[in-house]
Structure formats: structure tokens, C-alpha cells
């Protein structure tokens, strides 16, 4: 497999100044979350940084000093939708990154694990807009982001809680696009295929211990079988894809889906 370096790592951050707006992104304490909290913060934004995993959220907000914003933890866990959608009043920018997932047929999928996968990643985003909004509207501005999946653009077997829960988000993120233009307020997903990540990096090492292969056949063959480009997404992309949405010049940009999938959703 041949890899790449991310562009991130290559070419200076987006310009962007979010100096006394108000961010708030969930499932901060790792992975995307934690690099988009810190991505927003670097841009002068002070941050809310939800999750239920405290400990989590403390080593966040030691890795964001001396950044010109600040990330101020938010334990909060997302089943609790009343606590979500009071969570969000009073934000600018909302990134809706939270999620789960499970891998079983749809005949042995736990309808509980379902209903839990659902609340987290599709009803919990629609509270924190709602709560987000009164905010954005009273101001006349406003940036939701909804990081998606390319399971939002397209479906894969075992996983119908997850494919459903990001289709929906996609449909929610459009509709939020359509009610907020008049308000100067723009919704849009972002659409990572496989992201460099703990969870991913320790589904790559169950799977070649299980199939008896190699970790890179693990991600060429299995995990991107149908993306064009043979690597992982690196999260730090992802921050600046969501970044880039927060921009004067995306001002235009709502009600669409951004991939990051590799050419994975072009076949």
C-alpha cells in the first residue's frame, strides 16, 4: 500500500479568526471530535467540548494551552436529549461528530443497541440544532456541521444502524439548510470515509489477526476496497474540511455533503 502524507500536515491552516464566537462540538474527547475542538480553539473560538468521557475532556484542555481560543469541558452524555438541547443554546457553531457503532446482520442486530445508535447520531443532532438556532437566528448568523460518513452517501452490510442514523442526518442537515437561510445560517455534512482513528486503527489489527493477513491488505482490501485512493483519511483533514465550512468564503455552501471518501462515492 502506498501512502500519503495528510495536506494538513503539508500546507498552513485555513485562515480563519473565531475570536468571541462559541463553539460546541460533541464526542470531544478523542478522535475527530478532539481534533476539530482543538482546530476551532486554534482559530480563537471558545469551545465547548462535550462528551461523557471526563478524563478525556481534561487531557483536551491541556493540549489546547497557549491556543488563542479555549476548550472549556462539557461532560454530557447525549442520551440525555433535554441536557442536549440546553447544551447548545447560546452556541455560533455546532458539529454535530458524535457516534457509535456496531457491525452485526440486521437479524441479530440488539433493537436496543439500534434505538441507542439512532438517539445518539440522529435525534440528539436534531436537539442540539434545535437548541442551537434561536441563537443564530436572533444574530443573523450561524455554522452547523454534521460530520457524516460516506455511509451517509452510501450503505454497507452490518451496519443498518449506522447507515441509517447518517442517511437521516443527512436529510436533517438539509433541512436545517432550508430553514436557516433567511437567518444568515448554514448547515452542511461532512463525509469521511475511514478516518485514522483508535477505533479504526483497532478494527485494522482485529481484522488481520482474524483473516491471517497483513494490517495494510486489512485496509487496501477490506476497509477500502471500493475507495480510489488507498490510505486512511487523517482526522487533522477532517477539522479543516469543518473548519473550512466556518469561513467567509463558504458563506454560500449550505444544504450540501462534503466527502472526504477518496473517490469511494464517485463509483
Known amino acids: 500500500m502506498t501512502t500519503h502524507p495528510a495536506s494538513s500536515?503539508?500546507?498552513?491552516p485555513l485562515g480563519l479568526d473565531l475570536?468571541?464566537?462559541?463553539?460546541?462540538?460533541?464526542?470531544?474527547?478523542g478522535g475527530?471530535?478532539?481534533?476539530?475542538?482543538?482546530?476551532?480553539?486554534?482559530?480563537?473560538?471558545t469551545v465547548r467540548a462535550a462528551d461523557r468521557d471526563e478524563a478525556g475532556l481534561g487531557a483536551l484542555a491541556g493540549r489546547a494551552a497557549g491556543l488563542s481560543g479555549a476548550v472549556v469541558p462539557y461532560p454530557l452524555d447525549l442520551t440525555d436529549l433535554e441536557a442536549a438541547e440546553q447544551a447548545a443554546a447560546g452556541t455560533d457553531i455546532l458539529v454535530n461528530n458524535a457516534g457509535l457503532q456496531l457491525v452485526r446482520p440486521i437479524e441479530d442486530f440488539p433493537p436496543e443497541v439500534f434505538h441507542?445508535?439512532?438517539?445518539?447520531?440522529?435525534?440528539?443532532?436534531?436537539r442540539l440544532i434545535r437548541g442551537a438556532l434561536p441563537h443564530m437566528?436572533?444574530?443573523g448568523w450561524g455554522r452547523i456541521v454534521n460530520v457524516s460518513s460516506v455511509h451517509g452517501l452510501r450503505a454497507s452490510a452490518y451496519k443498518s444502524a449506522y447507515v441509517a442514523a447518517?442517511?437521516?442526518?443527512?436529510?436533517?442537515s438539509k433541512t436545517a439548510a432550508i430553514e436557516g437561510a433567511p437567518h444568515g445560517v448554514t448547515s452542511n455534512c461532512v463525509n469521511p470515509g475511514y478516518v485514522r482513528t483508535p477505533l479504526v486503527e483497532q478494527q485494522i489489527a482485529d481484522q488481520a489477526a482474524a483473516h491471517g493477513i497483513p494490517r495494510e491488505r486489512v485496509v487496501s482490501e477490506v476497509l477500502l476496497k471500493e475507495s480510489a485512493v488507498k490510505r486512511l483519511v487523517e482526522p487533522e483533514e477532517v477539522a479543516e474540511a469543518v473548519a473550512y465550512l466556518c469561513t467567509p468564503q463558504a458563506a454560500f455552501i449550505t444544504g450540501t455533503s462534503l466527502a472526504l471518501d477518496g473517490g469511494w462515492s464517485a463509483r
Open 166 to 172: 447518517k442517511h437521516g442526518l443527512e436529510g436533517l
Open 32 to 45: 475527530i471530535g478532539a481534533v476539530c475542538t482543538l482546530r476551532l480553539a486554534a482559530a480563537g473560538a
Open 116 to 126: 441507542t445508535i439512532l438517539t445518539v447520531m440522529l435525534e440528539a443532532p436534531f
Open 19 to 29: 475570536a468571541g464566537r462559541t463553539a460546541l462540538v460533541t464526542g470531544a474527547a
Open 9 to 12: 500536515a503539508a500546507h498552513a
Open 137 to 139: 437566528y436572533g444574530q
